[in-house]
């Protein structure tokens, strides 16, 4: 159930993010959820290959190449998910920063709900 809730809570800030970024248009609820869909699956099968191959270059650039390519992966999320645009690298870039800060703040709030059971 609560897997449920946080979901809808990245969704939500999937909007927020289409709503603050220029550059990056949702065109709904339903394709904010497809488009979160997309990017846990992304997160899931394709990120742990990419990090692995691109280790070294992210080892050189002392981790910034992650933010390169975590702004790839939401171009790549934005491609396959129906009524999502993203116009260029730098929504995607700074889209994905805030993504990523909200997503955190999601996943703290989960796990202190699961600390106090």
Same mark, same amino acid.
């Given at each position: 159930?609560?897997?449920?809730?946080?979901?809808?809570?990245?969704?939500?800030?999937?909007?927020? &993010?289409?709503?603050?970024?220029?550059?990056?248009? &949702?065109?709904?609820?339903?394709?904010?959820?497809?488009?979160? &869909? &997309?990017?846990?699956?992304?997160?899931?099968?394709?990120?742990?290959?990419?990090?692995?191959?691109?280790? $070294?270059?992210?080892?050189?650039?002392? +981790?910034?190449?992650?933010?390169?390519?975590?702004?790839?992966?939401?171009?790549?999320?934005?491609?396959?998910? $129906?009524?999502?645009?993203?116009? +260029?690298?730098? $929504?995607?870039?700074? +889209?994905?920063?805030?993504?990523?800060?909200?997503?955190?703040?999601?996943?703290?709030?989960?796990?202190?709900?699961?600390?106090?059971?």
């Amino acid at each position: 159930m609560f897997m449920i809730l946080r979901w809808i809570l990245f969704t939500l800030a999937v909007m927020l &993010v289409a709503y603050i970024i220029p550059g990056i248009t &949702v065109e709904g609820f339903m394709a904010a959820f497809i488009l979160s &869909v &997309v990017i846990g699956l992304i997160n899931v099968f394709l990120r742990p290959l990419l990090t692995f191959i691109t280790l $070294p270059i992210n080892f050189l650039t002392l +981790g910034l190449f992650g933010l390169i390519l975590n702004a790839l992966l939401l171009m790549l999320a934005g491609y396959i998910a $129906p009524g999502v645009t993203i116009e +260029g690298f730098w $929504p995607a870039l700074w +889209g994905s920063l805030l993504l990523g800060i909200l997503g955190g703040g999601i996943s703290l709030i989960g796990d202190k709900r699961n600390n106090n059971i």
